[in-house]
């Protein structure tokens, strides 16, 4: 269902502030990834919004069983088990492939730094509050603190940073140890996740997605911290496999996670005529090379779908009449 566009004063304002921001920001690459934080704010209100007193018009950007077999057809004789979770913000239209249980891998970092960004919301924590390098912390794999000295001090803003950004391990394992494997078994519970975290740390496709559409919300409704945690996602470094399947125009705010056999990757998607909440996971895909060959496959295929029913007469290109308004 479509909303109604944002009033010109409130529209004024979000835009002028993320261009303050920008004038603020040390790098372009910062202010950049500003300019992307309000344009998916301002979709999210835009999509809360609906006229008092009119009937909202469906638009329909999925043609499921058209994707479905669309689908079915790339990953038909591939190693490996895939699935997939999709949805249009713009139509809350959803689509959902093998949504069954997956190793999650670091993809669960996401769901960890929002409830931490969360509690700091509710001022259950402060974002600049240290936590001290225990022996126990230390992991091999992706991250770059693997040569931290026992008890260097990092900010939890630093660690949930590096979570995201750079896929730190270390850094998960630190916030993990402070806030409880517990208190995240009951985020995932409270927010309605089909799929209990515990150290199996499994998840589905429309469990992520779900929590990059919260991630999405908690922007909207707290600004500072939610313009600061939904840039990490845009910053990651990891942008080998979603990212690939996408136009250099469109952007990914995204958190990736593998293992032996494993390649998952979740994403919110930013288009000039959508956006969307993207989700593929895997196992026993064998090398890592052939998982990131399909999700660059699958992106790429439903992108096109989109685009093909987003050039439809009469549908509102959101994203860019907003890009345009920030002149960005």
Not at 29 to 36: A, Q, S, V
Not at 94 to 102: G, P
Not at 211 to 240: N, T
Request: proline share 3%.
């Amino acid at each position: 269902m479509m909303g109604r566009m944002l009033d010109t004063q409130t529209r004024r304002r979000l835009v002028g502030k993320a261009k303050q921001r920008v004038k603020r920001s040390d790098s372009p690459r910062i202010g950049r990834h500003i300019l992307l934080v309000a344009m998916l704010l301002i979709v999210g209100a835009f999509l809360l919004r609906t006229p008092e007193g009119k009937k909202q018009v469906p638009v329909s950007l999925l043609d499921a069983e058209l994707l479905r077999s669309e689908l079915e057809r790339m990953l038909e004789g591939q190693p490996g088990t895939y699935g997939l979770y999709l949805k249009v913000l713009e139509t809350g239209e959803a689509f959902v492939l093998n949504d069954t249980e997956f190793p999650a891998a670091s993809c669960f970092k996401l769901p960890l730094v929002l409830m931490v960004y969360e509690k700091a919301a509710r001022g259950e924590t402060k974002l600049d509050s240290k936590i001290a390098f225990q022996r126990g912390d230390w992991e091999a794999g992706t991250g770059v603190l693997q040569a931290t000295k026992v008890g260097t001090q990092f900010t939890i803003r630093q660690l949930s940073r590096l979570a995201v950004v750079e896929s730190d391990n270390i850094a998960a394992n630190m916030l993990l140890r402070t806030f409880g494997r517990s208190s995240l078994g009951t985020f995932y519970e409270q927010c309605g996740a089909k799929v209990a975290f515990d150290s199996a740390n499994l998840s589905c496709p429309s469990d992520m997605g779900m929590f990059a559409e919260r991630l999405l919300k908690f922007a909207q409704e707290h600004e500072e911290p939610g313009h600061e945690l939904l840039g990490y996602f845009l910053e990651s470094k990891w942008k080998d496999r979603l990212g690939l399947g996408l136009p250099d125009d469109v952007e990914i705010a995204n958190k990736i996670g593998t293992l032996p056999g494993v390649v998952n990757d979740v994403g919110i998607v930013i288009g000039d005529n959508f956006t969307y909440v993207l989700a593929v996971m895997s196992k026993g895909v064998g090398a890592t090379e052939n998982g990131q060959r399909i999700m660059k496959v699958a992106s790429w295929v439903v992108h096109q779908h989109l685009s093909q029913r987003a050039s439809t007469p009469g549908l509102t290109a959101i994203g860019k009449r907003i890009l345009e308004r920030m002149d960005y």
